[in-house]
């Protein structure tokens, strides 16, 4: 299915928070770019009431269907805002009465993308990634975009795109997009790879300048074919040890967003599943896109 033929279009997770009003923002100027619809969605979570006699019932209250009117109220308000001279994107809203993380992953399923803050308005207040953001980085079935709220960095249009590189189906996906994102922005591209995930172990008297020399023609290797598919996208190659996350948090200093792949091997691998795009969207303060293989 093509990424317009997608039910949803661009999907973003709404609540009214600072870092909610950030990702309509980001999702607007996104689909503006592409297109595409966007389709602004808000889950009411029920609450459960226990009575002395007979089961628990979850009831959804009138405070809960006044605040979804008016989150949804508040984000089309936003995404009017947002596009300045760009043509506005067909929007679309939607609530739904579920549990928010367990919504949003189904909804994903006919969504070219979703896009959340990276913590939102909750009972259980702010965690380190949000409990929302952070089950789509790990469960969605499209490529979620984090963006963060009142911390994040001012948007630099001409600043490089910067996608992490390891050669897993993940990171090829996520390759895939950043050239796309760079070619629609017109920006330079960074490529950033940890040569520890050339796959060898350093042998006693072996020059480390060999080591970066192999993380070289392996950063190259997973390049070949996107020069000639996209000749106007300017691509900056960069080389590191290891610990990728930390890498790519530094360089996103420099960069509008930074796309990774959700999980990868070797070098972006080396601690739990999902801890390297875990870690990227939690810290850097530009929106990042996780991609999923």
């Known amino acids: 299915m093509s990424e317009h033929a ?3 279009g661009l999907l973003v ?9 950030s990702a309509v923002r980001w999702a607007a100027q996104e689909a503006a770019l592409r297109g595409m619809p966007v389709t602004l969605m808000h889950v009411v979570t029920p609450i459960l009431v226990s009575w002395p006699h007979g089961p628990a019932q979850a009831n959804i209250t009138e405070w809960q269907e006044d605040n979804a009117r008016r989150a949804i109220a508040h984000a089309e308000k936003v995404v009017h805002t947002s596009i300045g001279d760009a043509e506005l994107p067909e929007v679309h809203t939607e609530v739904r009465y579920a549990g928010s993380v367990g919504s949003l992953v189904d909804a994903t399923e006919d969504s070219w993308m979703v896009v959340v803050g990276n913590s939102g308005l909750g009972a259980v207040g702010r965690a380190v990634l949000g409990s929302v953001s952070g089950g789509l ?28 590189i390891d050669g897993s189906p993940a990171s090829e996906a996520a390759t895939a997009l950043a050239f796309d994102e760079a070619s629609r922005r017109g920006v330079d591209l960074v490529a950033l790879h940890a040569w520890s995930d050339v796959g060898v172990l350093p042998a006693l008297g072996m020059d480390w300048r060999q080591y970066e020399d192999l993380g070289h023609e392996a950063l190259a290797e997973r390049l070949a074919g996107w020069h000639e598919r996209y000749p106007d996208v300017q691509v900056r190659r960069r080389i590191v040890c290891d610990q990728p996350a930390r890498w790519l948090i530094d360089e996103s200093d ?40």
């Open 13 to 21: 997770g709404v609540d009214g928070s600072a870092e909610s009003d």
């Open 254 to 293: 420099k960069a509008q967003m930074v796309i990774v792949g959700s999980r990868g091997r070797g070098g972006f691998t080396a601690m739990m599943l999902g801890s390297v795009s875990s870690a990227v969207a939690r810290d850097a303060k530009v929106p990042v896109i996780v991609v999923r293989a």
């Open 6 to 8: 997608k039910k949803y």
């Open 137 to 164: 980085v790990h469960h969605a079935h499209c490529p979620v975009t984090v963006v963060h709220g009142a911390d994040a960095q001012p948007p630099k249009p001409n600043s490089p795109i910067l996608v992490g």
